[in-house]
């Protein structure tokens, strides 16, 4: 499935390693690249508006980014941020989208996450917390 991109950057995306890595491959559309920057026995435990979900594998879990921001009409990067909370990776990032399965207009999203990585640099463990699509322009 191709994914047509126009991608409007209003941030630069940080160059940290491997945050830097997974978020790059994120604002390309890049669910390879993303995939690469987590170890393969990554787990990702997020917190969605439908409830707690977990996925465990590199592949598993580049294949749930690509169900959540792939196959999309228009994407672009808000803003990210990469910083550290003790030991762990803080990552941040708001996309706006528009995809035809939302329905018609921008949506927004936002995600936080705190990750572990190990001695090899891969994201071991992904905690995210995520607001769901947000129609744009619905205050209600």
Known sequence: MTTPRNHRVASVVPESAP???FLEGLVAQDFAQLGGALA???CLRALLPSGLRE?????AIAHR???WFGDTEDFELVEAAVG???SRLHLHW???LQAERFGTG???IEQQAYADTADGGRITRLDLLCT???PEGDHG
């Open 65 to 67: 980014f690509e169900r």
């Open 132 to 134: 769901g699509y947000l």
């Open 84 to 86: 550290e909370v003790g």
């Open 40 to 42: 393969a026995d990554a």
């Open 94 to 96: 708001r996309l706006r």
């Open 55 to 59: 996925w465990a594998g590199a592949d």
């Open 106 to 108: 921008w949506f927004t």
């Open 19 to 21: 945050a830097g890595s």
